[in-house]
């Protein structure tokens, strides 16, 4: 009986959703991916609501809080940013705290553009910010039927679970330090891979 609990306790469920508002002047990207359109997302980073809603169920499922308390939209740091940084930097903690992620699965809501030819960069994107398999991610995508800021094509939003697995019970605790640090680390490691 213990055992089954133990192993029930390694599994971890977390989901992320997130909403951007589609305006001029602004690049399209979601899931890392620029597509070619005449609006792009507002946000204080680059507006990748798919990437958001994925950060936000991986931390969730570790209970590590969400994008915005690791990622202020007050902070100069993070204007403009390329969101798959908050996304490595969402994995690399769960690594840090012994956690592997199982799986994800994301639903883009886009009234347009067309997001199906975009898919498979998506995930390829995704998947190496996350440092997981092809197998392990999933993204879809679907309209509002018209409905609402995203069906009149005001908005693009997405909502994303993730499955996380503990490898044991007591993952270790970073500080603020040590949180900080590996921060800049995994930025100054990102920045040399473009
Ligand atoms: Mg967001």
């Given at each position: 009986m213990a055992d089954e609990i133990w192993h029930m306790n390694r599994f971890r469920v977390g989901i992320g959703n997130?909403?951007?508002?589609?305006?001029?002047?602004?690049?399209?990207?979601?899931?890392?991916?620029?597509?070619?359109?005449?609006?792009?997302?507002?946000?204080?980073?680059?507006?990748?609501?798919l990437t958001h809603a994925i950060t936000d169920a991986l931390l969730g499922a570790a209970a590590l809080g969400d994008i915005g308390a690791h990622f202020s939209d007050l902070d100069p740091r993070w204007a403009g940013a390329d969101s798959l940084v908050f996304l490595r930097?969402?994995?690399?903690?769960?690594?840090?705290?012994?956690?592997?992620?199982?799986?994800?699965?994301?639903?883009?809501?886009?009234?347009?553009?067309?997001?199906?030819?975009?898919?498979?960069?998506?995930?390829?994107?995704?998947?190496?910010?996350?440092?997981?398999?092809?197998?392990?991610i999933n993204i879809k995508a679907k309209?509002?039927?018209?409905?609402?800021?995203?069906?009149?094509?005001?908005a693009i939003g997405a909502q994303a679970v993730a499955l996380i697995v503990a490898d044991d019970l007591t993952p270790a605790k970073l500080s603020v330090d040590e949180e900080l640090e590996m921060i800049e680390k995994m930025i100054a490691e990102f920045e040399s891979k473009r």
């Open positions: 997130d909403i951007h508002r589609l305006v001029e002047g602004r690049k399209l990207i979601l899931g890392g991916v620029e597509i070619s359109y005449e609006r792009g997302l507002l946000g204080h980073s680059d507006g990748d609501s930097h969402a994995s690399g903690l769960l690594e840090e705290r012994g956690f592997e992620i199982a799986n994800v699965d994301a639903t883009i809501l886009a009234e347009r553009p067309k997001m199906a030819p975009h898919l498979a960069k998506m995930k390829t994107k995704l998947a190496e910010a996350m440092g997981i398999g092809q197998s392990q309209t509002n039927e018209g409905l609402d800021a995203i069906g009149c094509g005001d």
